[in-house]
């Protein structure tokens, strides 16, 4: 139904045509011969956007006219959303691609090249925030009412260059040429305290309550962008909150002359939604990052309340209007937050108010790392948050008194539940908080809830482990499938017909019956190779390297990171190099190893393994004796527009974390749902994906996370596993020698002394193994109907890793969410 007219509705390509000439007119102020390229990705995005925002009002005007019951809003909080590009996507969901291309034909314009205009809104490291952004496109499409709370970075993750092989990072200025996608909504905002004092003080009925008087009040002001849901009308809203001064001139201080104080505080408010940290693990205390956390909550949580009351319900029914599911601890603050919103704001006891929060808030945790877990020093949150730190130690004062009943005597478990660290310098712990203030817990994969449950969170599963679940991550197949490879998702809907992107879960499996096909194969190969050949272009393009698209496409792209181990990868291109320089004949299987992902700009070593990757590049792209079957590439910026482009384009997918670090990964789904075979360790969900697709169809290596841990604790010295083998001795001691750094011995040497003396994740005693095992790839890419077949059976495998999967899930083990939004049936 359409009450406004098809004018900015219509689904044709005459109409979209005719609308996008609008927007050139009436939303650019362009006339048609000076309309630059970005004019016309303007107003084509205006016009898809224009149809979701239909499609939006829709979506909350049955939300509004259905039974009570189903009034529960999922609202997913997290510091980032990864979102991607916006075109591409929703003309997907919305099943207009097609008339699309040939309206801006029509116009003169090719949709490729106004693709390739959009600058992602990259508000997110990696994983985490990539991840919120799959689940909010599966709500949409499930048609779970969600709404995603965040910040509005004004910049965003940094643009990576790579200079003389090293990493450079740029500022992200993604807003330069104005966000079509947005909706400023000025009349939702809230205001935000920081710093002061707490005293007791009558409230205007005579109630003593605690009153906080802050140093300064800072504002939130909404921003929403609409996700699509595919091809279901459904349609998820992204609420990210910009901070500004409360008003944006202190005329007070105007008037005394103090024009630039006045100038300076509103910079000051402005700072807090500034730019994104782009670390994906907690530093050293950041007061700016504290107060972002802070401020998101808050703001999210006094619109919730607002949206709730104005639903004319009683504050204390709040719980049956949302269930928040935080994204890490980052959000966490929002415990004390809600807690102090009812009791302080609304008003209620503390008990009630409690029995709330715990049944609105659920957690979920991302990291085995026990040096991730966030913490606040304490002083420091005490100065910005008074009033938080208070009820902090309410919580922790009545918690610990129900554990002190349970376990008597057991001070060492006190201190170790305690919400606050006390063994040296006092901090808050953020993880102890999210458990203790939810009702759900959950970690992201099987073997990931599994070690929660035996190690970082081992004393919280002792006393409440009907809060915990495991729920695997999954990946849309909307955009990891359909957008990125639309040949790969086109031949799969020859085998299965159109419908399976909605049935993903059950549907792929059918494509068993194809894998020995020999013609599915060969059409099956062919899609792979026209992938690898656009991305060799490319490669040639932007970096100036010739890769051979018919080698194999090795692939490692995620953050650098060490427990990642890329510098294993590195190991293994260098033995093979050392194999041609001994016998320059030897048969070796071509490939292209192609490694992409930031550096945290302050990790060291992280910086230091982009400069190894790119140094040892140098050397074997060149050499004569390699002949160019072998080729190393390492492709700047990776972010989820090159992940695109990457992903359709591998053959190998490298999953090499040591066992028992990764939480999950959410590449590797990626990568194996585009046909690639894993070579990875027991680790994070590629023990799933193994269980999945089958374990002749993938390789795998290394230590198991047990194995891996006796080892550690019975006193690992990597220096044995170097003396012990001779061609792990001869890479090391190449890099170490200045092989790949034109002799400068200097340059590898943090590196170098690390593997040797530390080695905390056991690259060196997975050395072997890896190798042993590559080499089984290589011997299986020569037979490329076998290749083809477990190709096949991997895309197969992959439906359990569908985000729709895991949000039935979430909706089934925590929302307890009935509130499935169907048009069909209001
Ligand atoms: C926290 C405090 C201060 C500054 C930064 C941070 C911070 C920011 C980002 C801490 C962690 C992150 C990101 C973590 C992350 O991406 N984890 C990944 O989450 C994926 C989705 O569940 C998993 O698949 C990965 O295994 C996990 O590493």
Redesign the pocket.
């Known amino acids: 139904c359409n009450n406004h007219g098809t004018m900015r509705t219509g689904q044709s390509s005459v109409e979209i045509q005719q609308s996008i000439l609008n927007h050139l007119h009436y939303t650019q102020a362009k006339p048609l011969p000076f309309a630059t390229r970005n004019d016309w990705y303007m107003a084509t995005a205006h016009s898809v956007r224009d149809q979701m925002l239909h499609n939006w009002l829709t979506t909350f005007d049955i939300f509004m006219s259905s039974p009570r019951e189903k009034h529960k809003i999922v609202s997913y909080l997290s510091?980032?959303f990864l979102m991607g590009p916006h075109l591409g996507n929703n003309l997907v969901n919305l099943g207009l691609s097609e008339s699309v291309r040939k309206a801006l034909s029509a116009l003169g314009q090719d949709l490729e090249a106004i693709l390739a205009q959009e600058v992602e809104p990259g508000l997110g490291?990696?994983?985490?925030?990539?991840?919120a952004a799959c689940y909010l496109e599966s709500m949409a499409t499930l048609r779970v009412p969600a709404v995603g709370f965040g910040i509005r970075y004004e910049f965003g993750i940094f643009d990576q260059e790579i200079h003389n092989g090293w990493q450079v990072e740029k500022g992200d200025n993604w807003l330069k040429n104005g966000n079509p996608w947005e909706v400023r909504r000025p009349d939702i905002a809230y205001e935000v305290k920081f710093g002061g004092h707490t005293e007791f003080a009558h409230d205007p009925e005579g109630r003593l309550a605690v009153r906080w008087i802050p140093e300064k009040v800072i504002k939130g002001v909404a921003y929403d962008t609409p996700v699509a849901g595919y091809r279901s009308g459904g349609v998820a809203v992204l609420r990210l909150w910009k901070s500004e001064a409360v008003a944006s001139f202190d005329f007070q201080a105007f008037n005394a002359g103090e024009y630039y104080k006045a100038v300076d505080d509103k910079v000051l408010s402005e700072t807090i939604s500034k730019v994104l940290?782009p670390?994906?693990?907690?530093?050293i205390g950041?007061f700016l990052?504290l107060c972002q956390q802070y401020f998101f909550v808050s703001c999210s949580l006094q619109d919730m309340i607002w949206f709730h009351l104005s639903l004319g319900r009683g504050i204390e029914s709040f719980s049956e209007s949302f269930a928040i599911q935080i994204n890490?601890t980052?959000p966490s603050m929002g415990i004390a937050e809600l807690m102090r919103l009812l009791v302080d704001e609304h008003h209620l006891e503390w008990d009630e108010a409690w029995r709330i929060t715990r049944e609105s808030f659920a957690y979920?945790n991302?990291?085995l790392l026990s040096e991730?877990l966030?913490k606040w020093p304490l002083p420091l949150m005490a100065s910005v948050l008074p009033r938080i730190v208070e009820i902090i130690f309410e919580i922790n004062r009545r918690f610990l008194d129900e554990v002190r009943g349970l376990f008597p005597e057991d001070d060492q478990r006190i201190a170790r539940l305690s919400l606050i660290d006390e063994t040296g310098e006092k901090y808050v712990r953020m993880a102890n908080l999210a458990c203790v203030g939810s009702h759900a817990i959950n970690g992201?994969?099987a073997l990931?809830t599994d070690l929660l449950k035996k190690t970082v969170l081992h004393d919280f599963y002792e006393l409440f482990p009907e809060k915990f679940h495991n729920i695997t991550?999954g990946v849309t197949p909307r955009r990891w499938l359909a957008l990125s490879n639309p040949e790969l998702a086109k031949l799969i809907s020859s085998k299965l017909g159109e419908g399976w992107l909605s049935s993903i879960e059950t549907a792929l499996a059918w494509l068993q019956g194809a894998a020995k096909n020999t013609t599915f194969q060969q059409k099956w190969l062919k899609v792979k190779q026209a992938n690898k050949i656009a991305l060799a272009k490319v490669i040639r393009e932007r970096i100036g390297i010739e890769v051979d698209p018919a080698s194999l496409f090795d692939v490692q792209v995620k953050?650098i990171h060490e427990y990642k181990r890329q510098h294993l990868n590195v190991l293994h291109i260098i033995t093979l190099y050392n194999r041609i320089k001994r016998d320059p004949t030897a048969d070796i299987t071509p490939r292209t190893f192609i490694f992409a992902g930031k550096a945290a700009p302050g990790y060291h070593m992280a910086k230091l393994i982009i400069k190894l990757i790119t140094s040892v590049a140098d050397v074997v792209n060149t050499d004569p004796d390699v002949a160019g079957r072998l080729k190393v590439v390492f492709f700047p910026d990776f972010n989820v527009t090159n992940s695109q482009l990457i992903v359709p384009a591998a053959d190998l997918s490298e999953q090499i974390s040591v066992a028992g670090k990764?939480?999950?990964?959410?590449g590797n789904m990626k990568l194996a749902l585009n046909g690639a075979l894993t070579i990875g360790a027991l680790d994070?969900?590629n023990i799933e994906i193994r269980e999945e697709v089958g374990k002749e169809n993938f390789f795998l290596f290394g230590l198991e996370a047990a194995e891996a841990q006796s080892l550690k604790s019975g006193g690992y010295n990597p220096r044995c596993w170097y003396e012990g083998n001779e061609q792990l001795r001869q890479a090391i001691d190449q890099i170490d020698a200045g092989t790949f750094s034109n002799g400068d011995r200097q340059l590898f040497r943090p590196l170098v002394d690390n593997l040797l003396n530390r080695d905390e994740y056991l690259v060196l005693a997975d050395y072997q193994s890896y190798i042993d095992c590559q080499d089984l790839v290589s011997a299986a890419y020569c037979d490329k109907k076998k290749w083809a077949e477990m190709s096949i059976l991997n895309v197969a495998g992959m439906g359990k890793f569908s985000s729709d999967r895991a949000i039935r899930e979430y909706g089934e083990k925590i929302w307890k969410t009935t509130a499935i939004i169907d048009p069909t049936k209001y």
Request: glycine share 16%; aromatic share 2%; no cysteine.
């Open positions: 510091s980032e490291n990696g994983g985490l925030g990539r991840l940290y670390n994906d693990e907690p530093g950041k990052r890490d980052h979920t991302h990291t991730a966030e992201v994969a990931h991550n953050r990764e939480a999950s990964g959410t994070g969900a």
